[in-house]
T-cell receptor, first 111, second 118 residues
Framework: DAKTTQPNSMESNEEEPVHLPCNHSTISGTDYIHWYRQLPSQGPEYVIHGLTSNVNNRMASLAIAEDRKSSTLILHRATLRDAAVYYC????????????FGSGTQLTVLP | NAGVTQTPKFQVLKTGQSMTLQCAQDMNHNSMYWYRQDPGMGLRLIYYSASEGTTDKGEVPNGYNVSRLNKREFSLRLESAAPSQTSVYFCAVLLPGLTVYSSYNEQFFGPGTRLTVL
């Protein structure tokens, strides 16, 4: 299975944009890129997903490199509530059997 | 976490004791999952159920059994608890309209059960 690489931790100031990177150099053509986040003492929460094109929703934006070997989750204006562990996860097309979580990126938002 | 409830929230067991973790959803989803999360780690899939009456093993099924007797409930049983099973257990359901064969994967997670085995 294709693996993802994320920085262990990142810091951001409140109300500034945050760019969370993810490398997935062995991604296959039909793998979807998902992002989840986990707030302290809570279950993970779906953020966004994409295949080839950039995606926007109410929570965030997902920028996918043209060669699909990397992607970036963009939080446009970080709030204290966005402090969480962010997971970048690949899933195979036609298979929603499981999500394989790595160790993610711990985002700290400074007031 | 609206619509997915887990009981109990906390539990302490002694080695060798048994217990059942309960998960219930009121959103009429077909597919449900059980994950465990050890300290500082990501989640790992224990078992999943594509639909009522069916279950399949995930990445770490040893030491666990599951039961999906109806669409609403998916329970996880530890027959003889071991300290290595100390973890936080999360139940999840797959977004309506998706199946385990779908192309993308949006799951709703419950609040978790924190289990300690002494």
């Amino acid at each position: 299975d294709a693996k993802t690489t994320q920085p262990n931790s990142m810091e951001s100031n409140e109300e500034e944009p945050v760019h969370l990177p993810c490398n997935h150099s062995t991604i296959s053509g039909t793998d979807y890129i998902h992002w989840y986040r986990q707030l302290p003492s809570q279950g993970p929460e779906y953020v966004i997903h994409g295949l080839t094109s950039n995606v926007n929703n109410r929570m965030a934006s997902l920028a996918i490199a043209e060669d699909r070997k990397s992607s970036t989750l963009i939080l446009h204006r970080a709030t204290l509530r966005d402090a969480a562990v962010y997971y970048c996860i690949l899933t195979k097309s036609g298979s929603a059997r499981q999500l394989t979580f790595g160790s993610g990126t711990q985002l700290t938002v400074l007031p | 976490n609206a619509g997915v409830t887990q009981t109990p929230k906390f539990q302490v067991l002694k080695t060798g004791q048994s217990m059942t973790l309960q998960c219930a959803q009121d959103m009429n989803h077909n597919s449900m999952y059980w994950y465990r999360q050890d300290p500082g780690m990501g989640l790992r899939l224990i078992y999943y159920s594509a639909s009522e009456g069916t279950t399949d093993k995930g990445e770490v099924p040893n030491g666990y059994n599951v039961s999906r007797l109806n669409k609403r409930e998916f329970s996880l049983r530890l027959e003889s608890a071991a300290p290595s099973q100390t973890s936080v257990y999360f139940c999840a359901v797959l977004l309506p309209g998706l199946t385990v064969y779908s192309s993308y994967n949006e799951q709703f997670f419950g609040p978790g059960t924190r289990l300690t085995v002494l």
